[in-house]
């Protein structure tokens, strides 16, 4: 099963971001710097650096579906640990 272990992340204006597409077409999308709501806002840093994480969902079409899977009421969750972003990852694979 795919975890945050697994997710590769880029430079993307200055922060990181990760996005990951599932055999089921659903997709995650974790990013952190200076801009998402992470801890810390900072930019430059790595994956290892940084305790908490942005992420968005999308569905197979391509369309924002956090809210809808987390039962939020946003396009995005700030603020998500990496077991966060594990337990995301396993209601991502259940769609």
Request: net charge negative.
């Amino acid at each position: 099963m795919t975890t945050f272990k697994d997710l590769k992340f880029k430079d993307h204006h200055g922060g990181i971001n990760a996005h990951h597409v599932f055999e089921n077409k659903w997709a995650i999308s974790v990013a952190a710097g200076r801009m998402p709501y992470s801890s810390p806002r900072e930019d430059g840093l790595d994956s290892s650096q940084f305790s908490s994480f942005e992420i968005a969902i999308f569905n197979p079409k391509g369309d924002f579906a956090t809210n809808e899977v987390l039962q939020i009421d946003d396009d995005v969750a700030g603020w998500q640990g990496r077991e966060d972003i594990n337990n995301i990852i396993e209601m991502i694979i259940s769609q």
